[in-house]
């Protein structure tokens, strides 16, 4: 049975007031009828929440983990499928490091993860990491990067998708690295990377900077290993047979 709490505690939820005199006078299914409606426009703010948080996090497409397969991925003893997915790391500002051979879902698993952030409320941006690097030179030489990185800081989690595919200049490469300064212990970053960090510099060029980064980077971050083969790769030879 439906009791006075509930009706009030959804109205404190959506910051109502002054309607306690009127729910003491309803009777059970007028209770009922006035929980529902509540309800309703909970659930309505969050839909539209949702949405807006999807449409400005920059997420290119939508994958959640129905049907995803964890089957290859190794998990450190600091991370598991469960934690991995509860986004608790998030709460704690760690990072997470999805690194492994191309194709393997680590692009689909950081997507994912934005999705999750968004329905949980949270600010995301995604971004491939060679996109953000020229919208940060860009920036930079218009004169107004300050305010991009302000805008940044407004996030709960960031995602670098795609680190070492493509190298970056001098500047390109000290702009992402005060990026991910400014994230340690405030943000949570997601990176995938195809790429050991051993091999870091070639993308970075300066071998202190690397260093630096993947310090501030790896310090508090689970790293998930992607060693199985290209996903794509295996559908399309499934394809042609």
């Known amino acids: 049975m439906l009791n006075n709490e509930a009706i009030k505690d959804i109205c404190k939820q959506l910051k109502i007031a002054y309607i306690d005199d009127l729910i003491e006078t309803s009777t059970t299914k007028q209770k009922e009828y006035i929980y529902e409606v509540l309800n309703a426009e909970i659930e309505g703010r969050k839909r539209a929440k949702l949405s807006k948080l999807l449409k400005t996090s920059n997420i290119p497409q939508i994958k959640t983990f129905e049907g995803y397969k964890f089957d290859e991925i190794i998990f450190p003893s600091t991370c598991n499928k469960e934690r991995l997915i509860s986004l608790e790391w998030i709460k704690n500002k760690e990072n997470i490091v999805l ?88 943000q949570s970053i997601i990176v995938t990377t195809n790429l050991e960090f051993g091999q870091w510099s070639s993308v970075f060029g300066d071998t202190k900077l690397t260093a630096a980064l993947i310090d501030r980077l790896v310090h508090h971050a689970s790293i998930v290993s992607f060693p199985g083969e290209s996903n794509r790769l295996a559908q399309a030879l499934t394809n042609q047979k």
């Open 99 to 186: 690194m492994g051979n191309v194709g393997t879902g680590k692009t689909h698993m950081a997507t994912a993860l934005s999705i999750e952030a968004c329905r949980k409320g949270l600010n995301v941006q995604f971004f491939r990491v060679s996109e953000l690097v020229e919208t940060l030179v860009y920036k930079y030489n218009q004169g107004n990067i300050r305010q991009f990185r302000n805008r940044l800081k407004k996030n709960e989690l960031l995602i670098l998708d795609e680190v070492g595919y493509v190298p970056f200049d001098k500047i390109g490469s000290e702009l992402l690295f005060n990026v991910i300064s400014e994230c340690y212990e405030k």
